[in-house]
């Protein structure tokens, strides 16, 4: 350590009066301190903005912010439900990413396990007794996001394609192939609109009774929840686990300590194919009850965010989804009650990302001056 | 040390601007107070948009969700970015919750998450345009609602083919080349419905009018648009005309110098040289009818058609600068026909159909030796089957939005070219 420093030192103290040493040595309340101030310090930055721009006062706008993520006892359950969607695509990119192999076809992935779970529902709701449509909801959906993860994977490990590049294009697809079949089963011909699917009898429907859950969010809640207790075991305590952190390093590490490193990126993916393929049942059997080729919404890319903001760990993960959860719901507030386009609430929210992110950085880092001898030396 | 200091001057920071944002609260106050004085009752009414006001289909809504309840002096809550998702029936619901007695959504793909929301709440309007369930749904609290556009896309055409014969008569283009283009969002009956009217518009006025389509397979893409409206100025067309919703072909008509007869709304202030007319539904009509009829506790029409004589189907003014000359007296004197039942805009006599079983072109419809319409079973209730349900063909026309509100018009006739299908 102390000659990757001397190393940074030398390169970087050559021509700038500042150097950036990696810190090794801060106390977590430290850090903690150092993200909490600069959530703060991001508040003031937006607040200076939206007086500026809009003349509104900033307490008011992030008092609506906040009654908009959790106002009323309906607010709270989508907040939680957004949430849990959105977490539960980010623990499906997350041991790719642990392996450093950029699944950005999450999107794609979360689709087709939807269009699994939206064709079961549809050709067999009516034929079938309504919990063996629900097991094949599941099989289905699972085994759907797992088929389009793994296409990829296989190519990377026999060929060593360019993941990122791949998995992008995947996802095209995947948008095609859904809105083909909106259009193939469109409720009205040719309206491109499936209406909700087995609105009678419910069938193939991850929801409790209403007696039970008013607002219908629970179960979906429940299977993130113990996916993310699941997903942190996976990852630090199993012996897999251990292997994705190993090929992530160094393939060559990997191979030399007798890893299949072929074997570890098909298994990955497969898992990670596989989860995105709940989270499409997720948000087609328990959320919308039918499909749209806008049904991932984008969350396979705010994922990643997630993901990373959290480095990879699925308990932190939570807090994350649910600060870019908390602002898109309170987002929608604004724009309602203070009549400020949506893209308002984006850049406020864009900018209290910035400041996280940034305090990482401060975290992981600090600035140096260089002391003028060594300067005068060189 | 410094770290101590810099931590002291954030904070000082932050007290300094909570500070300065208490002043300000005054004024705001003051703001809450002037809505509650033109506010004359206690009813509330929700609105969903698909978009925001950047689109000018939902700024349309918009407009006529503030104008209407305006006009009524109940309070307006408008939801923007709403997706065709279970987040329009969360919306729905939430606007439920804040105490709305009316809730609106202006989307197609919103028409299962509402009734969704109208099952669970008896008591709450909800009324939905575009739709087309609420007939066969049956719920005494869910409404479909829509206008006959197709009436003022025929108006609109009358511009563009008073247009077409000015180019023709200057010597600018040859009767021959008088071509139409059309930039469509997707292939299907609301989207046809409108091409056609304003098609058979203006080749009532300009008879060697054609025309070509180009769809985009997107309400809302504004590259889309511009790349489909100058694909169509490059095949030649001389005039152009949109059913999508951004400024994309517009704006691309505005470059390239082509007239332009718009809709949703007017775009004069981006294309102030090539704008002529734009048609639009105007929902204020509408809205403020329904919204009475739920404060009243009256019921609200299961699908409920606005008309040119309801004024939810009307025309922007003329832009003379790009318009043909007498354009506006041409547009009154059509109107006050087809106000009249004079003239009809699906008049079979005008246009003529070929069925062609192999190529899926026009099956189920039955024409004479010449090509006119004679029987068509239009698709009016919703099923699975996609089969014809009801005769639109009587009295020598076809009847649109008469069966239910949404249009239903989904034939392609003889002198449009579809460059591409899109669904």
Redesign the interface.
Known sequence: MTTTKAINKEASSREKPFHIVKRTDMPTWKSWLIRILSVLASLVVCAIIIVAVTGDNPLEVYGTMIKGAVGSARRVWVLLQEVALLLCVSLAVTPAFKMRFWNIGAEGQVLMGGLGATAVMLLLGHKLPAPVVLVLVIVVSILCGAIWGVIPAVFKAFWNTNETLFTLMMNYIAIQIVSYFTYVWSSNKGNNVINTINVDNHAGWLNLPESVDRYGYLLNIIIVAVLTVLMYFYLNRSKQGYEIAVVGESINTARYAGINVKKVIIRTMLISGALCGVAGMLLVSGTDHTITPNTAAGRGFTAIMVSWLAKFNPLFMVLTSLLLVFMERGAIEISTVFGLNTSFSEIIAGIIIFFIIGSEFFINYSIKRTRAKEVETK | MKKIIA?LL?AL??CG??A???G??T??NNNTAATADQKKSDFKAGFIFLH???STYDLNFINAAKAACENLGVEC?????I????ACK?TA??LV?QGCGFVFADS??H???M??AAKANPKVQFSHATG??AHTEKLDNYHNAFASIYEGRYLAGVAAGMKLNEMIESGKITADKAKIGYVGA????EVKSGYTSFFLGARSICPTATMEVQFT?SWYDETLEKEAATTLINNGCVLISQHADSMGAPTACEDAGVPDVSYNGSTLASCPNTFIVSSRIDWTPYLEYAIKAAMNGDKIDADWTGTLGTKSVVLTEVNDKAAAKDTQAKIDEVKAKLDSGEIHVFDTKTFTVTVDEAKQLNVGAKVDGEGHLTSYMA?VD???A?AGDTEVIADGYFHESEYRSAPYF?LDIDGITLLNTK?
Request: hydrophobic share 35%; glycine share 6%; aromatic share 14%.
């Open positions: 931590l954030v920071f932050v601007a909570l300065a944002c208490g300000s609260k004024a705001d925001d006001e950047n809550i408008l939801k923007t970015n997706e065709e998702s279970n969360e619901l939430d919750d197609f793909g028409e299962s998450y009734i969704e087309t369930m997707y292939t299907y009956a397979g698709d919703t099923d699975e996609f989904a669904f």
